[in-house]
Each structure stands twice: as structure tokens, then as C-alpha cells.
């Protein structure tokens, strides 16, 4: 069972170094042109287990992390945004990770395509 752990481990580090890759490479915006829009994401928040969510949740999640900012002010690259909304929207589509900073670590999420017939 460790062994497995190891595997799935090194194999999730990998996965999040090419979405890295792929994102850095304007991935993001080719692949939606490619697949559409998603359906399904994994969401992995600190302390908690990963569990998947439709992308409502997953924007009503990133909402209520942004509305419960430490000191009420939002990170930089989110500050420009004219709502919590807008700032929302542009996680989704643009990056899969949020530093939540002060040492509690990071919610990512990716999108996942969910086979019907193996489910």
C-alpha cells in the first residue's frame, strides 16, 4: 500500500508540473477552446481530502476563501478586479492554485473529464 502511495505521489507532482508547464505555455486558453467548458474539477483544500465539485462549488469555494481574506486585502494580481465575482472568474480560467498565505498553505483545482461509462 506505501509503494502505491509512493507511485501515486510521484505522480501527482509530475501531473502538477506539466499543468504548470501548460499553463506557463498559455495552455489554459487552448484547451477550453479545445474541450469547452468543464464540468467537473478536483479541489484539494488545506486539511481537507480532495473531492470533486462542479464548477458552481467551485466558484461558491473560491468566493468564500476571497471574502474571508486575511485583512481584507486581496493578492495583488487580484486587487484589480472590480468584484469578488470578476476576481473569482479569473481563477478559474487563468490559474488552478491560490497561496492562501500566513503559513495555511494552497487550494488548488484542475478540471477533470469524467468518463460516464467507467463511473
Known sequence: MCGGMEEASSTSSRNHQLRKKFVAEGGVGARRLLYGEAE???????????QFVTLEELQEKLKT???QWPGKELPP????????EDAVE????SVCELELGGGQGSIQWFEVRLDQDQI
Open 40 to 50: 467537473t474539477y478536483v479541489l484539494i483544500e488545506p486539511g481537507e481530502d480532495e
Open 65 to 67: 476563501w476571497l471574502e
Open 77 to 84: 494580481d487580484l486587487v484589480q478586479y472590480d468584484s469578488i
Open 90 to 93: 479569473y481563477l478559474v480560467t
